[in-house]
């Protein structure tokens, strides 16, 4: 990567105010936009957009031919799943066997191999466009529950990863105190937990925003923290990000109501956990009043559509949150798939598959779900517009895939794949180009053959 | 694309016989296999992998790195809807507004701009790795009725656009006689219509096989042929393919059950349309009896899952039709996408959305539906085996997709997609490589922009 203290791009089309613009010349000065021009055209560039030229920013103007969309931000990662990609697929099964296979590698990681892993994971999510991640971090402690020297040398694995990958990281620290309602951490969960709510606090007071890190502070779910210790984690979160799962299995919901007679959501509705702040990921099975207290409330939905698909959890109601108030968020999660273009579109078509209607979302809507940067603790990016973070993630709109559907919003959103991105700027730097696609596969095969072997 | 009489391939890692072998060597002579040997390791082969170098066939072994699989199967194609894709998003609707648009393209064809947009599609059909399609083929006429002075040229420009592209064609000359029940045709669909299946009949008499084309038959649905002309349709189909949209939507069953006070498939079955020659597309919205009908004679099922989600179509009962003896086949129909490797897992996770329960096929029972080419009409293709049609798809496994994913089948449906596909022979001859894509892109570019104009 280089270091781009001042830099400046012709965009050929961009997405400027709800709008895709033409000519959009956009300067960058420390790592934010200082001007934004549309309809900065050079003739004589003409000849230069065909021969797709993509080059690393200087001090001169570079032009991007394709369509360029912000940043786009992945709002719910479990980075070290990627090492399960296409391994889990063997069985039948549920979500819960899943769950097994997932545990045998959270039970092998060491901050070094976390590292590893989580840094060849952000570059894959670079190069797909992505830059900033909530990384939903719980594997905390050694296998046997023991503290690290340093008590939060995981955390720092994961944010050292994603300076090193060049994107940003919300990191959702997670606290995690029992195996299910009214049952201690076991097998690979004795690592998970800090033992109670407040000595989970103390070890997260221990982390630092960093100019590409911001804390936040995430409860697992319901099963995993008691009702009694639900208020200490929202406390300790302050104004900051605060995610949690929620509901995004029947059985999870069957279990809370025998245990509290109450569905997951009234659990936190009533320890205040609910708000603008706070992130309630796949929000899969929610009931009327569910959905009321999360719309009334302005808490966001985090919707991870090919996770949803992949663990079969159904399909949420992803209209009906937002018609009550909510707002909806993107993420990648399990990482089955890493391609947030892929997440906006399943959130319309899986919606069209529950109800037999098209329409439900417009690209720019799910423009907006793809891009939630404030949600994981970066309100001043996603978008482009002077005095943000100067992301910029440029598609190819000649491809195979998006020749002649137009090089608009519904280009991105229904037509083009983390395949098409082929340049992506974050707070003014270059963090990929199609260039770096085959080395970042080589990050990813080492990286994860070292957790299998 | 290159004549190659005879070549050899030496595929790092192939799908032969039901699972993933090493080192397997091919060879070729007049488009088919004559030798697939397993096993055949070239210790200094090994600095060339890494490499990746993708040649053009020719007398000598070629080192395929990465997956290579049998040519796939697109058993349902309408190759002018290409002209669609990212142009049908920006209104609510269902099906039937998106007909309207579609409508829109379909009277502005000619045999000239049809083969051209044809050709474009089935060239990118080539670069995702397809080898046959499937083209349920219904704009016959010209936009007031009258028939070309060729009263085929609308198909010859499909066969010849196939042809050009270098894939397969079945040809599914599709009997298109009524708008609705007892309703004459309107609008575009003046140019569908033959009168009657007579009529119909005698027309598509005049087409002929070719090598690289195999001529089908196909009802509409039956909505669009009434139940006194199925049985022309079924006897003019002879041993041939037969295709059949079945059950897309509710709306036509339920006037089909209003006018005949039968399922469309009770229709069919009746009809003697059932059966292992016919392919029933969609198959959405079915009773227990028409999954009783459709299993006992061993009818394909055709399901185009991305298009179905796309349409807001619904989650067809694809397990249920498989157990009581249906074959399922899988196709892109629409295109908002076309990557067959995508369609294969979206079985799978669609019906993991209907269900809640991981695991309904295995990556093998994929790659079957996936590459069912006789159901278009090329019994001899579709595995890579001594005699069989020589095709090979080769996948990057080394791709920010693919990488550390075991490089098995599960790779391929899972992982992969169309843009991994690196290296594509039909018929002995390399059809598409990376090195295309540019060049296909242009061409759909060209081709849909003449459309629209």
Sequence with gaps: MTSAHRSAYLLERAWVDGAVLDDVLVEIEDGRFTAVTPGTSRPDDKAS????????????????????????ANCHSHAFHRALRGRTQRERGTFWTW???????????????????????????????????????????????????????????????AGDAGIRIGLLDTCYLSSGFGRPPEGAQVRYSDGDAVRWAERVAGLEAEPHAAIGAAIHSVRAVPRDQLTTVVEAAGGGPLHVHLSEQVAENDACLATYGATPTQLLHDAGALGPRTSAVHATHLTGADITHLGSTRTRACFCPTTERDLGDGIGPGRALAAAGAVLT?????????????????????????????????????????????????????????????DLVTLDTTSTRTAGTGADEATAVFAAGAADVTHVVADGRVIATRDDHEDIGRELAAAIERVHR
């Design 49 to 72: 957009s065909s021969q797709r030229e993509f080059h690393r920013p200087a001090d001169e103007t570079h032009r991007l031919p394709g369509l360029t969309l912000p940043g786009l």
């Design 99 to 161: 769950r097994e296979q997932m545990y045998g590698v959270a039970g092998r990681l060491d901050p070094d191999s976390y590292f590893e892993l989580a840094r060849a994971t952000y570059r894959e999510m670079a190069a797909a466009g992505i830059t900033s991640v909530g990384e939903f971090h719980y594997l905390h402690h050694q296998p046997d529950g023991t503290p690290y020297d340093d008590p939060n040398a995981m955390g720092h694995a994961l944010v050292a990863a």
């Design 330 to 390: 993107l993420g990648s999660d399990s990482h089955a798939v890493i391609d947030l273009l892929e997440e906006m579109r399943a959130l319309e078509l899986d919606e069209r598959l529950a109800t037999q209607q098209r329409g439900h979302w417009t690209a720019a809507e799910l423009l907006a779900a793809g891009t939630a940067h404030e949600s994981v603790g970066f309100a001043d990016a996603g978008v482009i517009a002077v005095g943000r973070r100067a």
